[in-house]
Each structure stands twice: as C-alpha cells, then as structure tokens.
C-alpha cells in the first residue's frame, strides 16, 4: 500500500541525489548509479539514471565531457555548470524548508506524558 507513495518519493528525489552526488566532483554514469545504489533507498538503475542525465544536460546543469576507455565505449562524464551548483543549493534551501514545515505538523509530546514514558 504504501509502495506507491514510496516510488513516487523516490521519483521526485532522484534529481536532488544525482545533483548532490556530482557535487563532489566529475563522475561518469556507471559511477553515479553505483553511488546511489549504496543507499538501498536511492538505488536505481541505469535506465532510470541516464534519462535525468540527459534532461538535466539539456536543462543545462550538467556539462559532459567524452573520453575514450580502453576498456570498452567511450565513457561520458558528467559534472555540475555554475546554475547546476546553483540549482542544488536552491534544492537544499528548500528541503530544509521542507522538513521544518513538516516539523511544525508534528504534535509536540506533553510534559504528562513524558512523565509517563519515564517510569
């Protein structure tokens, strides 16, 4: 039931993780789908990491640059532009909105029942 939900969280974070994951620095897909399936909860496949590669090219936060590898096709590698960097930091500004909204709906325990939880 709450599978749903789930994958379209995952959905509309994917984005953020690739952004947050070539923030440390150059890397090439192979390396980001294996940096993200470190986390279970971000794990995703080529086929799902390769089109927001290319959606956030073309939207011109990612900059590429081909190198030939000895060991098989060209490896594309993939790194932020300066409104790419801008972008993720947005992102991050408004997640940590986010989350204090979030924060705000959350009942705050009352002090009688924390008295209880003590005993």
Not at 5 to 20: M, N
Not at 41 to 63: D, G, H, N, W
Request: proline share 5%; net charge positive.
């Amino acid at each position: 039931m709450i599978d749903a939900w789930i994958t379209q969280l995952r959905k509309g974070l994917l984005e953020y993780c690739v952004l947050t994951v070539l923030s440390a620095g150059e890397s090439y897909g192979y390396e980001i789908v294996a940096a993200l399936g470190k986390i279970e909860e971000f794990s995703a496949s080529e086929s799902t990491v390769y089109p927001i590669l290319a959606r956030l090219r073309q939207e011109k936060f990612l900059k590429v640059r081909d190198v030939p590898s000895p060991q098989g096709p060209t490896r594309r590698y993939f790194s932020l532009t300066a409104i790419g960097k801008v972008r993720l930091a947005e992102m991050n500004s408004h997640l940590r909105r986010i989350n204090r909204a979030i924060s705000q709906l959350k009942p705050t325990p009352r002090k009688d029942m924390e008295n209880d939880n003590i005993n």
